[in-house]
């Protein structure tokens, strides 16, 4: 089975950059795997942030892009916030109505 | 503004079979252009995707929980349901339904989620 993977923990600098990466156990990410990121604080759902692999939601703000780095889907902030201390989640689109979540980076602020 | 709101039992006794409805309010469930997914996410563990049910009633599952699950729809309700069967400790989550963009793949609006204990 398919693995989806995410670094489990990241730190960034108030004001810094930070790329969270989401790859695959066997093969590349590609933009044919639709890729999207969440954002979950706790005890809330996850918010939608990026969709279709670079697509801001509605509101999200713009420190907040996605892309394709190398063989893998990246999602990166820049200019780090206190209130972006949160978990991160990506999810491919496997084909045949599956879609799977990468096990999250948990992103710290300090 | 589209909403979902999950609800059920909190607390299932192991073998049983859990039941979740979710109702959507503030828009139509009969569309061609969505599809309505269940996902859970145990504690302080990511969310796993159980399976996505189409207004047409065509449905996607986990290949991991295919043998315990069904999913249906109530398009005159504005509804649709989760059934999993064989219930253990590991089914332990918090559920979630969801709505998904068919043409993104996004999961774009989330009900508040309901926990579900399974317990003795």
């Known amino acids: 089975q398919t693995v989806v993977t995410q670094e489990p923990s990241f730190s960034v600098s108030p004001g810094g950059t930070v790329t969270l990466t989401c790859g695959l156990s066997s093969g590349s990410v590609s933009t044919s795997d639709y890729p999207s990121w969440y954002q979950q604080t706790p005890g809330q759902a996850p918010r939608t942030l990026i969709y279709s692999t670079r697509t801001r939601s509605s509101g999200v703000p713009d420190r907040f892009s996605g892309s394709i780095l190398g063989n893998k889907a990246a999602l990166t902030i820049t200019g780090a916030q206190a209130d972006d201390e949160s978990d991160y989640y990506c999810?491919?689109?496997?084909?045949?109505?599956?879609?799977?979540f990468g096990g999250g980076t948990k992103l710290t602020v300090l | 503004q589209v909403q979902l709101q999950e609800s059920g039992p909190g607390l299932v006794k192991p073998s049983q079979t859990l039941s979740l409805t979710c109702t959507v309010s503030?828009?139509?469930?009969?569309?061609?252009?969505?599809?309505w997914s269940w996902i859970r996410q145990p504690a302080g563990k990511g969310p796993e995707c159980i399976g996505r049910i189409y207004a047409s009633g065509s449905t996607s599952y986990n290949p991991s929980l295919k043998s315990r699950v069904i999913i249906s729809i109530d398009t005159s309700r504005n509804q649709f349901s989760l059934s999993l069967s064989s219930m253990t400790a590991a089914d332990t989550a918090m559920y979630y339904c969801a709505r998904g963009d068919y043409a993104s793949e996004t999961f774009d609006i989330w009900g508040q989620g309901t926990m579900v204990t399974v317990s003795s």
């Open positions: 999810v491919l689109y496997m084909g045949s109505g599956i879609s799977v």
């Open positions: 503030g828009g139509s469930i009969n569309s061609g252009v969505y599809y």
